[in-house]
């Protein structure tokens, strides 16, 4: 079956960095999207990884091991309005979004 | 610009009733839209992929005959959720795939659809 792992729930403070993993485990690979989603909107995209390695973006990075199926979103500088569920999605191989439950991220002052 | 509508925002509706929710890309044509649901504190669950001008493929669980979805148009994708039920009561969301140019893969997202059945 096709599963993507991601934590619950995490918690950071404020100007601090926090890291969020996602492991996977899908038929085929077209790339993995990483969505933040605040409560009771829709996803916004952050970004895409289809080859290994990092892509920074502002504050926001993402990691990508194709071999080890597992991926993070790394966010800096933490700020208020971060907080925010974040959804990992990979693509499979016929082009369709498989959804992690998402991680709800709270900040703290 | 990839800015997707969807109307209306919110909705409540008695049991039994219709309700159709419509989805709009505003800037780009979308032959492939997508619909999800989203029960409070679960992630999104693909409900139907509609492609312009053909039926809708719909996910194993998804009755086809209670969510009807019309993609008669590029920019314009309906699911009208037929004789409600409190059980249908969640956060549907549209998302549109762009047709050509920019990022292929990456779909844009619909502002969602609250959905009460009474």
């Known amino acids: 079956g096709q599963n993507i792992d991601q934590p619950t729930e995490m918690t950071a403070t404020e100007g601090a960095i926090v890291q969020i993993n996602c492991t996977y485990q899908t038929s085929g690979f077209n790339g993995l999207f990483w969505y933040q989603q605040h409560a009771g909107e829709a996803p916004t995209f952050l970004s895409y990884n289809v080859l290994d390695g990092l892509e920074e973006k502002g504050r926001f990075s993402s990691f990508l091991s194709r071999s080890k199926g597992y991926s993070y979103l790394l966010l800096k500088e933490l700020q208020m309005k971060d907080s925010a569920s974040y959804l990992c999605a990979v693509m499979d191989s016929n082009y369709q979004l498989i959804w992690g439950a998402g991680t709800k991220l709270i900040i703290k002052p | 610009g990839a800015v997707v509508s969807q109307h209306p925002s919110w909705v409540i509706c008695k049991s039994g009733t219709s309700v159709k929710i419509e989805c709009r890309s505003l800037?780009?044509?979308?032959?492939?839209m997508f619909w999800y649901r989203q029960f409070p504190k679960q992630s999104l669950m693909l409900m139907a992929t509609?492609?312009?001008?053909?039926?809708?493929?719909?996910e194993q669980g998804v009755e086809k005959d209670k969510f009807l979805i019309n993609h008669a148009s590029l920019t314009l994708s309906t699911l009208t959720v037929t004789s409600a039920h409190p059980e249908d009561s969640s956060f549907y969301i549209c998302?549109?795939?762009?047709?050509?140019?920019?990022?292929?893969?990456?779909?844009?997202f619909g502002p969602g659809t609250r959905l009460t059945v009474t």
């Open positions: 800037d780009f044509q979308a032959t492939t």
């Open positions: 998302s549109a795939r762009p047709t050509s140019g920019g990022f292929s893969y990456e779909q844009y």
């Open positions: 509609s492609n312009e001008g053909s039926k809708a493929t719909y």
